[in-house]
């Protein structure tokens, strides 16, 4: 029996983990499942995958499970642009490019309302994350290039309203603080002058 196990999604990214794989020459089981109807995984995946979020990939090596990739600083840099930016940059673009009769008529609240699903999962994750992690930050006591991209997405989401109505994250207010509170990210601000 091989230790590695590929929970395999029809249609999505799971195949970059197949092709590494194959190209390892590891030997490795797949679960697979067809999308539902509405595109999503179905429970069953959700429910037995190892991840938190319940998307495709995901991989088990033993006790180990990976998904979006196996070390922890990795892990929020890759989840920091692929899940967390890129759901909540949905509703950015449909803000800029529905049309006014859609603000009034009130599509964009519709569609704003369902595009905060994936964002609410997200930010669910991230706050039992920091309930598990050894210090302030994201990896320890210590920021990391963890901390310093996943930042600027949760700030950014947090403070335009991006998806966020509705939910209450004291996990993620108090990281946010400690981060704002260090000194390379106050040098870092007065440096560039940045603000959201
Ligand atoms: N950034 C994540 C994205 C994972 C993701 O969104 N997977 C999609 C398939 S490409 C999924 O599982 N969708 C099914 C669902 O949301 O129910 C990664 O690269 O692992």
Same mark, same amino acid.
């Given at each position: 029996?091989?230790?590695?196990?590929?929970?395999?999604l029809?249609?999505?990214?799971?195949?970059?983990?197949?092709?590494?794989?194959?190209?390892?020459?590891?030997?490795?089981?797949?679960?697979?499942?067809?999308?539902?109807?509405?595109?999503?995984?179905?429970?069953?995946?959700?429910?037995?995958?190892?991840?938190?979020?319940?998307?495709?990939?995901?991989?088990?090596?033993?006790?180990?499970?990976?998904?979006?990739n196996?070390?922890?600083?990795?892990?929020?840099?890759?989840?920091?642009? +692929?899940t967390? @930016?890129?759901?909540?940059?949905? #509703?950015?673009?449909?803000?800029? $490019?529905?049309?006014?009769?859609?603000?009034? /008529?009130?599509?964009?609240?519709?569609?704003?309302k369902?595009?905060?699903?994936?964002?609410?999962?997200?930010?669910?994750?991230?706050?039992t994350?920091?309930?598990?992690?050894?210090?302030?930050?994201?990896?320890?006591?210590?920021?990391? +290039?963890a901390? @310093?991209?996943?930042?600027?997405? #949760?700030?950014?989401?947090?403070? $335009?309203?991006?998806?966020?109505?509705?939910? /209450?994250?004291?996990?993620?207010?108090?990281?946010?603080?400690?981060c704002?509170?260090?000194?390379?990210?106050q040098?870092?601000?007065?440096?560039?002058?940045?603000?959201?």
């Amino acid at each position: 029996m091989p230790p590695i196990t590929l929970w395999f999604l029809q249609a999505s990214r799971s195949i970059r983990i197949a092709w590494l794989l194959e190209e390892l020459n590891l030997d490795y089981d797949v679960k697979f499942y067809d999308r539902m109807k509405n595109m999503k995984a179905p429970p069953e995946f959700k429910e037995s995958c190892g991840n938190p979020l319940g998307k495709a990939p995901s991989l088990q090596d033993g006790n180990l499970t990976i998904y979006e990739n196996k070390i922890k600083v990795l892990q929020w840099i890759h989840a920091a642009e +692929a899940t967390f @930016t890129l759901h909540a940059l949905a #509703i950015t673009y449909a803000r800029w $490019t529905i049309p006014e009769h859609g603000k009034a /008529n009130g599509d964009l609240e519709t569609m704003e309302k369902g595009l905060s699903v994936n964002v609410q999962k997200d930010l669910d994750w991230l706050e039992t994350e920091l309930s598990l992690s050894p210090g302030p930050f994201l990896c320890g006591d210590k920021v990391s +290039a963890a901390d @310093t991209m996943m930042q600027f997405s #949760i700030n950014f989401m947090m403070k $335009t309203g991006l998806g966020t109505k509705g939910g /209450n994250w004291p996990n993620i207010e108090k990281w946010l603080k400690a981060c704002d509170e260090t000194e390379s990210y106050q040098r870092a601000v007065r440096k560039t002058g940045h603000k959201i």
